[in-house]
């Protein structure tokens, strides 16, 4: 069953968050990643929403905990995310 990780938080820059964002497109690509989908809230440019599909709840978890490990614990890999992201495996009912 595919998964989703939805992922939404605030940011500073969206130019600076979407050059940290590509540096991890390879990243993505060995976790299993199978689309992505980037927006915005219309009434709210320092805000961004990702949706990165998996072929299944696991790949999807496995790759959240690489974020909160790896990537948003450190400022150097996320330079222009404000607050803790809100992160969460979706999967269809």
């Known amino acids: 069953?595919?998964?989703t990780l939805h992922i939404e938080h605030p940011i500073s820059?969206?130019?600076t968050w979407s050059a940290a964002f590509s540096r991890f497109a390879e990243h993505r690509r060995q976790a299993g990643v199978l689309a992505e989908r980037i927006l915005q809230p219309e009434e709210d440019p320092?805000?961004?929403v990702v949706d990165l599909d998996f072929a299944d709840?696991?790949?999807?978890r496995a790759f959240r905990s690489f974020l909160e490990q790896r990537v948003w614990s450190d400022p150097a890999s996320s330079p222009a995310l404000r607050?803790?992201?809100l992160a969460?495996?979706?999967v269809k009912i």
């Open 1 to 3: 069953m595919t998964a």
């Open 13 to 15: 820059d969206l130019a």
């Open 46 to 48: 320092a805000y961004v």
């Open 57 to 60: 709840a696991a790949a999807a």
């Open 83 to 85: 607050g803790a992201p």
């Open 88 to 90: 969460r495996v979706l």
